[in-house]
């Protein structure tokens, strides 16, 4: 088993529906990132948590880490939104980030 | 600043040949780092390093070289290509191992025959 498992795989919506994407571990952590990659492949970092809950423009992550679970929310998604969205941990001693294999969104117009 | 940049964009290679991928960052980042991305697999470190004259490996560091002369550069390199080498490369950096944003080159798109 995966130490990072992200759901849903593959994910398609409609312009303006609510997204949400999960990520759940299974080892103790010290932060958990959030990373978006365009469909040209470029990667960029979206949120670091540790706890609680942040938000930027549209979107939204939370950390519960009692439960070892994250969550990303996209409101009002749009299709420039489509990308593959990557959950990664990283362990306390810190060395490296353990990453899921991503969840493809697909927003329609 | 132009941020990481990655040579070349992509790369075929017969089994057995060598060659390097190049990283450069212009944002005094002292970390850096090499991952492999493949088909049904999350990201995967290669090799990392903490400053210039320090490496480490990752996760997956077999058939892979990497020196850090410069604070700039990290070069990575591939001593006898495998087909089980097939990947896309990111190279990336951030300030310190821990900080929240990490900042990712274009990739390196790399075949072998």
């Known amino acids: 088993k995966n130490e990072v498992e992200q759901s849903p795989q593959n994910l398609t919506a409609q312009e303006g529906e609510f997204i949400t994407i999960n990520c759940s571990y299974s080892?103790?952590?010290?932060?958990l990132h959030w990373l978006q990659q365009h469909p040209g492949g470029g990667i960029v970092s979206l949120f670091m948590?540790?706890?609680g809950k942040k938000k930027h423009g549209r979107l939204i992550a939370t950390i519960n880490i009692q439960e070892k679970h994250s969550s990303l929310h996209i409101t009002a998604s749009h299709p420039r939104d489509s990308a593959v969205y990557i959950c990664a941990v990283r362990r306390p001693s810190g060395s490296r980030l353990t990453f899921g294999e991503g969840t493809q969104l697909t927003v329609n117009p | 600043n132009a941020g990481v940049t990655q040579t070349p964009k992509f790369q075929v290679l017969k089994t057995g040949q060598s060659m390097t991928l190049q990283c450069a960052q212009d944002?005094?980042?002292?970390?850096m780092s090499w991952y492999r991305q493949d088909p049904g697999m999350g990201l995967r470190l290669i090799h990392y390093?903490?400053?210039?004259?320090?490496?480490d490996q990752g996760e997956v560091p077999n058939g892979y070289n990497v020196s850090r002369s410069t604070t700039e550069d990290f070069p990575l390199r591939l001593l006898s290509a495998a087909p089980s080498q097939t990947s896309v490369y990111f190279c990336a950096s951030s300030y310190w191992q821990g900080q929240e944003t990490q900042y990712f080159g274009p990739g390196t798109r790399l075949l072998v025959l």
């Open positions: 944002m005094n980042h002292e970390y």
């Open positions: 080892v103790g952590i010290s932060a």
């Open positions: 948590l540790s706890s």
């Open positions: 390093s903490v400053g210039a004259g320090i490496t």
